[in-house]
């Protein structure tokens, strides 16, 4: 009775660490946008509400298993996450991080995959790909099934793979800051990263607009590593100012955010 009362405890506080973090991290995003782009998401208000609900759905998903995991850590010993800085070679801090990222990209990958075959579209993916153009509020925003498939990573990552408590919270810090600004609609990346020899192998928005545009490539999270072996990577995309049309219909002409123009952009597969 106790510890399900202290288990729900731990899990009712990560989703309001999860929500929280969505919050001040997209809303963050969300006002250097209006600052750099002013008026890039005009027009977008009940986009923006529908990504905030689903993405606060999600957070009670990713929290719940999370919340769970931590009480064990705390309370019962589980998990391989080390509190000793002498437990593994200094070395292994930064190659734990990496581990992490490549089994999540890998993770996502092959489920992302998946979830673009026309059943799992319908069910489940749907929810995301309705935000046309993506904003730094979609970063959490999937339908509950898919939330799932996320949420359960890191808990058993955490089983798998040894991690110092301070590379888990590199790992989550890299998830949430690549989650919100790759949907952002702008490259906040020097073009030396997305466009020189990282950019060939880390995803940024650039790259990421792209699937939300054609759909049928670039599912890739952090890195281009299984797009480029799989044959589904398309390169980097551009963007288009959502509301270039009616800019255009005032006389004003096509507005062309971090100058590019999405002229490109495929039809949806
Ligand atoms: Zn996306
Ligand atoms: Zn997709």
């Known amino acids: 009775m106790i510890v399900g009362l202290a288990l729900a405890g731990s899990a009712l506080a990560m989703t309001l660490i999860v929500g929280v973090r969505y919050v001040l991290a997209s809303g963050a995003f969300a006002l250097a946008t209006r600052w750099r782009h002013p008026g890039l998401y005009a027009g977008l208000d009940a986009q923006i509400g529908r990504e905030v609900r689903w993405s606060l759905a999600s957070a009670?998903?990713?929290?719940?298993?999370?919340?769970?995991?931590?009480?064990?850590?705390?309370?019962?010993?589980?998990?391989?996450?080390?509190?000793?800085?002498?437990?593994?070679?200094?070395?292994?801090l930064p190659l734990s991080v990496l581990l992490y990222l490549f089994a999540h990209d890998t993770w996502f990958y092959w489920t992302h995959r998946l979830m673009h075959r026309p059943y799992w579209f319908r069910l489940a993916h749907a929810v995301h790909h309705a935000s046309r153009p993506p904003t730094a509020w979609a970063a959490m925003a999937f339908h509950p099934i898919e939330a799932l498939t996320g949420a359960v990573v890191l808990p058993?990552?955490?089983?798998?793979?040894?991690?110092?408590?301070?590379?888990l919270s590199v790992v989550l810090t890299v998830m949430t800051v690549m989650g919100v600004t790759n949907h952002m609609g702008w490259e906040i990346f020097p073009q030396f990263i997305w466009q020189g020899r990282l950019g060939a192998g880390l995803i940024t928005a650039s790259h990421h607009q792209r699937h939300h545009d054609e759909y049928r490539c670039n599912y890739g999270l952090y890195f281009r590593f299984w797009d480029r072996l799989c044959g589904t990577d398309r390169g980097v995309g551009r963007?288009?100012?959502?509301?270039?049309?009616?800019?255009?219909?005032?006389?004003?002409?096509?507005?062309?955010?971090?100058?590019?123009?999405?002229g490109d952009a495929g039809k949806p597969a």
């Open 60 to 92: 009670a998903i990713y929290g719940v298993p999370a919340g769970i995991v931590a009480w064990g850590w705390d309370n019962r010993g589980w998990t391989l996450i080390y509190r000793d800085w002498g437990a593994y070679p200094l070395w292994y």
């Open 239 to 262: 963007f288009k100012a959502p509301a270039a049309q009616s800019l255009m219909a005032d006389g004003g002409g096509p507005r062309v955010v971090a100058g590019l123009d999405r």
């Open 156 to 167: 058993v990552l955490v089983f798998l793979i040894p991690i110092h408590w301070a590379a």
